[in-house]
């Protein structure tokens, strides 16, 4: 015979819409709600309340958070002119997994182009550490407290953030190893940038 899962009852619709209510409720609390598209639930905060939120989800009973799934950020500059969907250009995600529940939650919080920082949640989820680590490195996203904020996957010296959608395709320069000086050396790139098209072969067939 199988163990029943203390998460089981979050499968029945009622249990479902109760938990979903403690979690507006808690939302609320921080002058929000929890929006709900395509099967998810969504969190979007100001960045100004998001670490209280967070470690509320954590602790609190209605939330039970106890961990973080993936954090991300989003450059929404595609999007601008969509003003009333995405107020900034850039964006931090928190996933968020309850295990106790067995629910996942989606938190957002725009960030202005000029200044974008939130504060670290590694006080609240240590594995957040090589996560926000990745954000700064690719979308140049700052996390206040961070105790070593560095490049995660680009090179030492790096220059730019190559998911920002302004990034070139061809990046700012190249890097090869020179024989005679016996290291890598950095140069411009020598790539002409060119709009890529795919060349679709057909192979004319001639049924007998």
């Given at each position: 015979?199988?163990?029943p899962s203390p998460?089981?009852?979050?499968d029945?619709p009622?249990?479902?819409s109760?938990?979903?209510?403690?979690?507006?409720?808690l939302?609320?609390?921080?002058?929000?709600?929890?929006?709900?598209?395509?099967?998810e639930n969504?969190?979007?905060?100001?960045?100004?309340?998001?670490?209280?939120l967070?470690?509320?989800?954590?602790?609190?009973?209605?939330g039970?958070?106890?961990?973080?799934?993936?954090?991300?950020?989003?450059?929404?500059?595609?999007?601008?002119?969509?003003?009333?969907?995405?107020?900034?250009?850039?964006?931090?995600?928190?996933?968020?997994?309850?295990?106790?529940r067995?629910?996942?939650?989606?938190?957002?919080?725009?960030?202005?182009?000029?200044?974008?920082?939130?504060?670290?949640v590694?006080p609240?989820?240590?594995?957040?550490?090589?996560y926000?680590?990745?954000?700064f490195?690719l979308?140049g996203?700052?996390?206040e407290?961070?105790?070593d904020?560095?490049?995660?996957?680009?090179d030492y010296g790096f220059?730019?953030?190559?998911f920002?959608?302004?990034?070139?395709?061809?990046?700012?320069?190249e890097m090869?190893?020179d024989?005679?000086?016996?290291?890598?050396?950095?140069?411009?790139?020598?790539?002409?940038?060119?709009?890529?098209?795919?060349?679709?072969?057909?192979?004319?067939?001639?049924?007998?």
């Amino acid at each position: 015979m199988t163990t029943p899962s203390p998460a089981d009852n979050t499968d029945v619709p009622e249990a479902q819409s109760e938990a979903l209510a403690g979690l507006n409720a808690l939302a609320e609390s921080f002058g929000t709600r929890v929006e709900r598209a395509f099967d998810e639930n969504t969190i979007v905060v100001e960045r100004g309340k998001l670490f209280e939120l967070l470690k509320s989800l954590r602790d609190d009973p209605r939330g039970r958070f106890e961990q973080l799934i993936d954090l991300c950020g989003i450059d929404f500059s595609d999007y601008q002119s969509q003003a009333s969907s995405h107020p900034n250009r850039f964006a931090v995600v928190y996933h968020l997994l309850s295990i106790s529940r067995n629910d996942r939650l989606r938190v957002l919080a725009y960030l202005p182009e000029d200044h974008p920082c939130v504060p670290t949640v590694i006080p609240i989820w240590a594995c957040a550490d090589w996560y926000e680590r990745e954000a700064f490195d690719l979308f140049g996203i700052l996390f206040e407290g961070h105790p070593d904020l560095r490049r995660l996957l680009t090179d030492y010296g790096f220059i730019g953030f190559p998911f920002r959608k302004d990034f070139p395709l061809s990046g700012h320069v190249e890097m090869r190893f020179d024989e005679d000086k016996g290291r890598v050396v950095y140069e411009p790139v020598s790539i002409a940038p060119r709009v890529t098209v795919p060349r679709v072969i057909r192979q004319d067939r001639n049924d007998d």
